[in-house]
């Protein structure tokens, strides 16, 4: 057993992150226990995605249900956190983390070491969907509420070396030991709020340190980035960190860009508290040190979110390859033939043409461009054999140089994600202790109803002067991400003058006019002063979900960057800055 820390006012709490979601580098845990001082080590390992994954898992084995590469990663490092003093709490029990929590006691006596391990439960919701207005069509296979960080700290204040979860916030990994750590209460709404923007910023992991970063190029060496630290002060306030010696950049930028990612507007709610992200002020600290500080908090809202996955029905594409000449013909011939010969038609039927060509093109690649057909049904025979045998047979009847990308599979199952609410009320939150005791955490008294912040007033444009035509990303940064069937775009800025030039030339109608396939959806902009940005979020543009593969980029990764790519015309101040 790990001694439990003597509470220390004065002292930061170091706490380190291992994972940034279920697949992420295995060796990540001993790299930071080996790597520097820590007093917590947290993981996130869980998506809206990852828990129809884990759904699927427990639908074969019951057992199942949490994230494998957790057990892994305990059997190797178990006994090296216990020689550091270092505590290790992930929300990696996904489905089942009584069930982790009972595989990682074996894996300790196995070893033969003294690990307590205790455990969150309450998330789960699958059993009470009809009774809390949650069914639907199809059947869910997941529900699982976002509990918040109270169960975590009453397992760490009861002295468990190892704390797993269920489905939490993913920031609540963080802001648990930081509350166990200075003894906050569900009071210290300031205190909290900061904690939840650090957490925020290493719930992705190596995206703090430079991974997906919009000016990669600036930064040195990001072959192998390090993971994420945040050394947490007793109001809050935090510096972003990494071990020395490891990859990557911890930069004023890298945090923006994190802080930015997968958010609405300035109001960032969760079960414990709401932080008004619009607050943070951001500090260079110096080589791989940022500051955030001064992030307030207000009472969460009366409702938890609800993640509700279904299994769908099943789905299949083509590709086919239009190379040289006539594309818009070759696309329109192989769709009437295709279409006209499916034996049963499927309940979706999407087709989409890339024109990734060129005229004149001195590779065959760059001469083509991609036509893909999706289908979907409820019945895997409607899109396994009988539409890859249609994309086929036509191989020696249809347009000149026909071929695909591979060849057609059986087909697979998909699900569909939607969100719901509930009052925190009617959902239990458990601490399970290392002796088996449970704890029920009641949920916040003082609650308030979430409401958009109003537009902050904007700074005076640039005067006029001359432009030049330049990508947008030459003096902006964004980073977009999913949000269910939602995405959003963040776009920040490295100068008070670009940031003046933003917030007057980005606005919704621009924002939709440079990326035409976001036109067609509601796309709210919020402006967000301290941290020199705007955050767009774009509604409906993933269909259902990452899982419902209804987009080309279905997370929105590439979003941000497509943006950046767009020509505008751009001050010649703005440029000459950079230059």
């Known amino acids: 057993m790990i001694s439990l820390p003597v509470r220390d006012g004065n002292r930061a709490v ?21 790597g520097g001082e820590l007093d917590y080590l947290t993981g996130d390992y869980l998506a809206e995605l990852t828990m129809l994954i884990l759904g699927r898992d427990r639908m074969k084995n019951p057992d199942l249900g949490y994230a494998k590469t957790f057990v892994r990663q305990l059997e190797d490092c178990m006994g090296l956190a ?16 009584a069930g982790l929590a009972t595989r990682l006691r074996g894996i300790a006596e196995r070893l033969g070491l003294d690990v307590t391990v205790a455990h969150v439960e309450g998330d789960d ?34 002295g468990a070396d190892i704390v797993v979860t269920g489905r939490v916030t993913d920031a609540s ?19 909290l709020a900061g904690a939840v923007a650090a957490g925020h910023v290493l719930e992705c992991g190596t995206q703090a340190t430079g991974g997906n970063y919009a000016f990669f190029t600036e930064l040195g060496n990001i072959d192998r980035p390090g993971f994420p630290i945040a050394e947490i002060e007793a109001d809050g306030s935090s510096t972003i960190t990494k071990h020395p010696g490891t990859g990557g950049a911890v930069t004023v930028g890298t945090v923006t860009a994190q802080l930015l990612y997968e958010i609405g507007g300035a109001r960032y709610a969760g079960p414990d508290v709401t932080t008004r992200l619009d607050t943070a002020i951001l500090e260079d600290g110096g080589t791989d040190r940022v500051r955030i500080s001064g992030v ?13 996955n279904a299994l769908a029905g ?3 594409t083509v590709e086919f390859v239009l190379t040289g000449l006539d594309i818009d013909a070759k696309a329109a011939l192989v769709r009437r033939q295709i279409e006209a010969n499916l034996p049963v038609r499927p309940a979706e039927l999407e087709w989409t043409l890339a024109r990734t060509d060129h005229p004149d093109a001195a590779t065959e690649e760059t001469a083509s461009a991609l036509l893909r057909c999706v289908v979907r049904d409820s019945d895997p025979d409607v899109v396994g054999r009988g539409f890859t045998s249609t994309a086929v047979e036509f191989g020696l009847a249809s347009y000149p140089g026909f071929h695909v990308t591979a060849p057609p599979g059986s087909g697979s199952a998909f ?40 537009e902050p007033a904007l700074p005076e444009p640039l005067p006029p002067g001359p432009t030049r035509r330049a990508a947008l990303g030459t003096v902006l940064g964004a980073r977009s991400g999913d949000k269910g069937g939602d995405a959003n775009i963040g776009v920040w800025a490295r100068s008070d003058g670009a940031y003046r030039w933003l917030v007057h ?3 919704v109608d621009a924002l939709t006019s440079l990326l035409p396939e976001t036109a067609a959806h509601d796309v709210t902009r919020h402006v967000l002063p301290n941290l020199r940005a705007v955050n767009f979020v774009v509604e409906g543009i993933l269909g259902r979900g990452v899982a419902s593969q209804a987009r080309f980029d279905p997370q929105a990764k590439g979003l941000a960057e497509w943006l950046r790519s767009r020509y505008l015309d751009i001050p010649l101040t703005l440029l000459e800055d950079l230059a």
Not at 135 to 149: D, K, M, S
Not at 418 to 427: D, E, I, P, R, S
């Open 14 to 34: 170091r706490i380190g992150n291992c994972s940034g979601f279920y697949g992420d580098r295995v060796s990540a845990m001993r790299e930071m226990l080996e």
């Open 82 to 97: 216990l020689d550091k003093g270092v505590r290790i709490v992930a929300n990696a029990g996904g489905l089942n983390p």
């Open 125 to 158: 919701l699958l059993p009470r969907i009809e009774e809390l207005g949650l069914g639907g069509t199809p059947a869910p296979l997941t529900a699982n509420a976002y509990l918040g960080a109270w169960g975590i700290v009453e397992c760490l204040r009861s």
């Open 173 to 191: 990994v963080t802001v648990g030991p930081a509350a166990a750590h200075f003894g906050w209460g569900p009071d210290d709404l300031d205190a």
């Open 296 to 308: 307030r908090g207000e009472a969460p809202p009366p409702t938890l979110k609800v993640c509700l």
């Open 314 to 316: 099943f789905r299949n």
């Open 415 to 454: 699900g569909v994600y939607t969100a719901g609410l509930v009052a925190a009320a009617q959902v239990p939150h458990t601490a399970v202790l290392p002796d088996g005791t449970g704890v029920d955490i009641s949920p916040s008294t003082a609650t308030r109803t979430l409401e958009p912040v109003p």
């Open 505 to 507: 030339t980005l606005t």
